[in-house]
C-alpha cells in the first residue's frame, strides 16, 4: 500500500512538474526559440530549462503580434494605416505603444537634423522598397520632388499624455527602422518579468543581450562585412546588457547597367545613398534607439555620422568601402566598450 501510494505521489508530481516544474529543478541551459512576425523572423536564445523556454513562446509571439497590429503599413486597421486617411490637424487617438515609438521617431528625427525621418515612406515605395511590387526602375526627378512634398516629419504631431497623433499635411508614417528596435526591447522586458536574466533577444537583425551563457562567458557577435551573398565576420565582439542595431546597403538593392540603388533613401533628397559608407553597428542600452540610429548614419555617411555619434557619445562601429575591400573606424565610446581596431 505504501509502495503503491508513494508511486501515486511521483506520478502526480511528474505530472505536474509538466506545468509548473513541481519541486524539481531542470537543468539550466541555452534553449533557442524561433519565430516569424512582423514580416520576418526572430530567434531568442535564454538560459532557462527546456520546458520553461518553451512556455514563453506564446506570450513573445503575443507581444510581436501585438505590435504589428498596430505599426504594420499593410494591415488596413493599424495605427498607421488609419493615420495615413486620417483628416489633417485632427487628433487620431492610436495605441500608447504606438505613440511612444511615433515620440521617439521624432525626437531622433530632429536629433539627425532629418537624416532619419519617419515619414520618408512614400519615397521608399517610389523606389520599388515599399508594399508596391518593384519594377527596377529610376524614377524621374519631377517624380521625386512630387514625393518630396509629402515628406517631412516636422508635419507630425503626438501627444504622449493622450495618445492621440495628428498631421498638418500630407503625411504617411513608416515605423519599419525603430519599429524592429522598439520589439527586441519588449519581448526582453517580456522575458525579464518572467524572472530571466540571461538572454539574446534578435528580431529581424536588430539584437539586445542580456547576462551571460551558463559557463559564465559573455555573450558573442559577429560584425558581418558587408558583401552581398556572404556572411563572413568581419569582427567579433563581447556583448552584454546593451542592445545592437546594423544597417547598410549591401543586402536590399536593385542594379541597372552596373549602379547600385540601395534601399536607404536620403529623406532630405529624395536619392538612395551613394557614398562609401558599407555598414555602421550601433550599441545603445535600447534597442529601439539604436535602430534608428543605426538608420540615420547609415544615410548621413561616416564622417557626419561620426561626429553626431561622439556628439551624443554612442557607441558607433563603421565600415567602409576602399578600392581595395574594406576599412573600419569607430566612436570613442566603442572603442571603451570594445577595445580598439
Avoid at 152 to 171: F, Q, T
Avoid at 247 to 267: K, T, W
Avoid at 302 to 318: D, G, H, Q, S, W
Amino acid at each position: 500500500m505504501f509502495k503503491q501510494l508513494s508511486q501515486l505521489v511521483l506520478m502526480a508530481c511528474l505530472s505536474a512538474g509538466l506545468l509548473t516544474g513541481c519541486s524539481f529543478s531542470e537543468k539550466q541551459e541555452v534553449q533557442s526559440l524561433f519565430g516569424y512576425s512582423m514580416g520576418t523572423s526572430y530567434s531568442i536564445k535564454l538560459v532557462a530549462g527546456l520546458n520553461e523556454s518553451r512556455n514563453l513562446q506564446l506570450g513573445i509571439e503575443g507581444v510581436l503580434s501585438n505590435i504589428n497590429s498596430r505599426m504594420s503599413t499593410y494591415l488596413p486597421n493599424s495605427d498607421l494605416s488609419k493615420f495615413t486617411e486620417a483628416p489633417l490637424d485632427q487628433a487620431l487617438p492610436v495605441d500608447p505603444k504606438t505613440s511612444i515609438v511615433v515620440a521617439k521617431a521624432l525626437e531622433i528625427a530632429k536629433t539627425t537634423d532629418g537624416f532619419f525621418d519617419p515619414t520618408v515612406a512614400p519615397l521608399v515605395d517610389l523606389w520599388g522598397f515599399g508594399p508596391t511590387p518593384r519594377n527596377n526602375e529610376v524614377p524621374d526627378e519631377q517624380q521625386i520632388l512630387a514625393i518630396l512634398d509629402r515628406v517631412g516629419y516636422p508635419a507630425v504631431s503626438v501627444d504622449l499624455n493622450s495618445h492621440n497623433l495628428k498631421r498638418s499635411e500630407i503625411r504617411e508614417l513608416d515605423l519599419s527602422a525603430i519599429a524592429k528596435g522598439y520589439a527586441v526591447d519588449e519581448v526582453a522586458n517580456y522575458i525579464e518579468s518572467k524572472g530571466f536574466s540571461d538572454y539574446l533577444v534578435e528580431v529581424g537583425g536588430e539584437m539586445r543581450f542580456s547576462g551571460q551563457k551558463p559557463n559564465g562567458s559573455a555573450w558573442r557577435i559577429a560584425i558581418e562585412k558587408p558583401v552581398p551573398g556572404e556572411r563572413e565576420p568581419y569582427r567579433i565582439i563581447d556583448v552584454s546588457d546593451a542592445a545592437i542595431a546594423t544597417s547598410g546597403d549591401y543586402r536590399n538593392y536593385f542594379e541597372i547597367d552596373g549602379r547600385r540603388f540601395s534601399h536607404s533613401i536620403n529623406p532630405r533628397t529624395g536619392y538612395p545613398i551613394e557614398h562609401d559608407l558599407a555598414s555602421v553597428t550601433v550599441v545603445m542600452d535600447s534597442c529601439m534607439e539604436a535602430d534608428a540610429y543605426a538608420t540615420a548614419f547609415s544615410v548621413m555617411g561616416k564622417e557626419a555620422a561620426l561626429e553626431l555619434a561622439e556628439r551624443l557619445n554612442i557607441a558607433v562601429f563603421i565600415i567602409f568601402k576602399k578600392e581595395d575591400g574594406f576599412d573600419s573606424i569607430q566612436s570613442s565610446q566603442f572603442t571603451r566598450k570594445f577595445g580598439a581596431l
